[in-house]
């Protein structure tokens, strides 16, 4: 897989990211408490300017933790809560991580095709955490090759690129293509993709052929929410990057099922409930 990437981060970044995220707008709303009431006349309802959270923002938050967190914990314990356990759920995913990473290498190795080396880079939080901490994570290595890792398993994944495989062995005009993956039960590796360079000519010609053909076999397994960040090119080749949403129900009035169709949205029914297509 792939996505939109940042630089690498250095690891415990995720935690703070993830601290972050859960405590921001209670410290927000510390931070306007401690304002003066001038400064909030300023801010004539539509909340505080940003040049007053720059200026003062960091020396109120330094102020509401100054007893190490206790009277603010203290009114919050709630959040209190939230905070250890994500710390605690970052902790034990971290630790895992890294020792699957070990465990996994020569594995991981055959799936790259060359030595890895040391780990030099790690992009977190591709994915919002599952209930254990972890998520979905780009790994770099000293060799210069990356793996994604997918906390979760990969049997879906595995499956469509059987479908892949049967319609490439049966005939169909042009191959499509699956990322290579490492299904080790409750999570897995899958291989890079690279986005490439936008095909010309009988290329770009060759790469819409089978854009076709892929949204027909998302289309007969019930695809939906493959967007920009779950579809990408290389090269010629589309490929889906996250299956997390094949295989969804039907869902009918009863109405419908009595022969009396009502009017809806015509695209729920057509390939443009993928994704892949633009909607207007």
């Known amino acids: 897989g792939t996505r939109n990437l940042k630089a690498p981060v250095p690891l415990d970044r995720s935690l ?40 003062r923002g960091p020396d109120i938050v330094r102020t509401l933790l100054r007893d190490g967190y206790r009277t603010f914990l203290g009114a919050y314990p709630v959040l209190g809560r939230i905070l ?63 793996v ?50 936008q095909p010309n000519g009988s290329a770009r010609t060759r790469f819409s052929r089978r854009v076709g053909a892929i949204l027909a076999l998302l289309y007969a397994l019930r695809a939906t929410d493959v967007h920009a960040e779950n579809f990408t090119r290389c090269g010629e080749y589309p490929v889906v990057l996250d299956l997390e949403c094949l295989v969804n129900p039907v869902h009918r009035k009863f109405s419908s099922l009595l022969g009396r169709d009502e009017p809806g949205d015509p695209a729920r029914h057509s390939v443009l409930s993928i994704g892949v297509l633009p909607r207007w």
């Not at 250890?84 to 799936?111: F, P």
């Not at 994944?157 to 049967?166: H, I, N, P, S, V």
């Open 16 to 55: 703070f990211s993830r601290l972050t995220l859960s405590s921001a707008r209670t410290f927000e709303s510390e931070v306007e408490k401690c304002m003066s009431k001038g400064e909030l006349l300023l801010a004539e309802g539509a909340g505080i300017p940003r040049y007053i959270y720059e200026e």
């Open 84 to 146: 250890a356990s994500t710390t605690l759920k970052w902790e034990s995913s971290a630790k895992d991580l890294l020792a699957r990473i070990e465990g996994d290498r020569n594995e991981l190795e055959d799936l790259v095709g060359e030595r890895l080396g040391r780990l030099v880079g790690l992009i977190p939080d591709l994915s919002d955490p599952n209930p254990q901490g972890f998520s979905v994570s780009v790994l770099r290595f000293e060799s210069g090759a990356q």
């Open 148 to 197: 994604v890792y997918k906390p979760r398993g990969m049997a879906l994944d595995r499956a469509f690129g059987g479908l892949l495989e049967w319609w490439n062995k049966g005939g169909g005009e042009l191959d499509l293509r699956s990322p290579r993956l490492l299904d080790r039960g409750s999570y897995g590796w899958v291989e890079f993709v690279e986005p490439g360079e």
